[in-house]
């Protein structure tokens, strides 16, 4: 999979997982997403950044776990019965990359509606420059859809541990 464009994001918003994170609604199409699960035990990695959420072990697989809250300069929220881990495969620098993603809240499997699709204001946004494809409604709200490949690009460069063997 390559780095996705705003105009390749219209076909993937037929299937759209829509979640919460920092009291902002977001998604993500599903095609790059493995599964969602509840929170597993998280192990710490030593000396990494805000970023990095720690290490997780799902079916004798170690994945490591991203938390972009610090990223978007959102607040930490702690883990309740409602946080689940986005398992999110994609292509990063040509390598094949499975991370987990923090979001407190998933609300469904869902689709969007290709003319609600906006890009991302140049101005008077919270969004970091490059972090998000579009902007779009659903339900009734703005949600911000990440670019999860230029995400990872940026970060890895900052915390290489994130990148994981499959």
Not at 14 to 24: C, D, H, I, K, T
Not at 33 to 39: A, Q, S
Not at 111 to 121: K, S
Not at 127 to 144: C, E, H, S
Request: include cysteine; glycine fraction near 6%; proline fraction near 8%.
């Amino acid at each position: 999979m390559t780095k996705k464009t705003y105009a390749d994001l219209i076909p993937r918003l037929n299937s759209v997982v829509a979640f919460e994170m920092g009291g902002e609604q977001m998604a993500l199409p599903t095609d790059v997403l493995r599964e969602v699960l509840e929170l597993p035990a998280l192990t710490p990695v030593p000396c990494a950044g805000d970023f990095s959420a720690g290490l997780i072990n799902i079916r004798g697989v170690v994945l490591p776990v991203a938390d972009w809250r610090p990223l978007f300069g959102m607040p930490l929220k702690a883990a309740d019965r409602e946080t689940r881990i986005l398992i999110i495969e994609t292509s990063v620098n040509e390598q094949t990359m499975t991370v987990g993603v923090i979001a407190e809240k998933v609300h469904a499997i869902a689709e969007i509606d290709p003319d609600t699709l906006r890009p991302v204001p140049a101005v008077g946004t919270r969004w970091p420059k490059g972090t998000l494809l579009a902007m779009a409604r659903w339900n009734d709200a703005f949600v911000a859809i990440p670019d999860v490949v230029s995400i990872f690009e940026n970060q890895i460069s900052q915390e290489p541990q994130l990148v994981g063997a499959d």
